[in-house]
């Protein structure tokens, strides 16, 4: 099978994930307990006598379900998921002031990951049931029992309060400090990555190990071929794969993760601003972000998927 045909049938069974997923998001949100209309009154100062009827009205929900989902859904495709009724802001506006935070904050994260595991996972491998392998095994065994905003408090006392060398909170936009922007932006990347470096090590140790045992890698060490050639040119790029589908799966926990950091470190991404939602009971805000943090999820194991057949072309059979 081509290339493109592997592209043209894939889009396909992502056209029909995506649609699931939407559908899932709406209905999940519409079966929560209570009455939307009569929460949100609830929570305001002064509301008025008809503010029920008129909430339910303006939300849409005094009509039958699928013909909301369809008008819903029809306005989310054209990138309209409404308006925020606490702020009054379009929540499409309130994910792109977000979002850039939040992907920087990601792709740190999965850079300094993959720079420890990496180098990590190959000298394991190289060194298997050896003293060096089995004290990184301890090592990542102990950094994954421990969660991530635990590693991120630690990291606060230690290089904020103790040192002062990088800031406990805040965010500086890269436009006015690039520096700074690294900087306020350091701690809570390895608060995450400190997560993701045991899963991945893991992943490409043992795969690593698989792979110097094929016939063709005890040829090239037979021929005599440098053991960093062996290493990284016909061992590493076959064990890449699986690593690739790892990262693209973590991604969709990584969002998730990124609340409890972004709340932590108090940096005005997405995750802070779903906490906000749920906290000021933003039903509208709350259903746009789960929809966006959904598809973001799918499209990246879509793009995963792509690059799959790329490092293995037997896949594409």
Known sequence: ??????????SVHLAVVLLGVSFLVYLLLDLLPGDTAEVLVA????PSPGAVEEIRKQLGLDQPFMLRYVQWLGNAITGDLGVSFRTGQAVTDAIAE??????????????ISLAVAVPLAVAAAKRRDQAFDKVVAVFTFTLQSIPNFVVSLVLIVIFAVTLNWLPAIGF??????PLGNIRSLLIPSIALASGLVPL???????????TLQEDY???????????????????LKPSLPTLVTVVGINIGTLIGGTLL??????????????YSGINNRDYVLVQGLILFIACAYVLTNFIVDMIYPLLDPRVRV
Request: hydrophobic share 50%; glycine share 6%.
């Open 261 to 274: 950091i972004e709340l932590i470190s108090g940096l005005p991404g997405i995750g802070t601003l779903i």
């Open 172 to 177: 500086t936009p890269f436009g006015e400090d």
């Open 43 to 46: 929570s305001s100062a002064n």
């Open 217 to 235: 890698i005890l040829v090239a060490r037979a021929v005599g071929l440098p053991q960093r050639t062996v290493l990284f040119r016909y061992a």
């Open 200 to 210: 991945y090590m893991r992943v490409l140790r043992n795969e690593m190990i698989r």
């Open 1 to 10: 099978m081509t290339y493109v045909k592997v592209i043209a049938m894939r």
């Open 98 to 111: 977000r979002l850039p935070v939040t992907i920087q904050l990601l792709i740190m994260a999965e850079v």
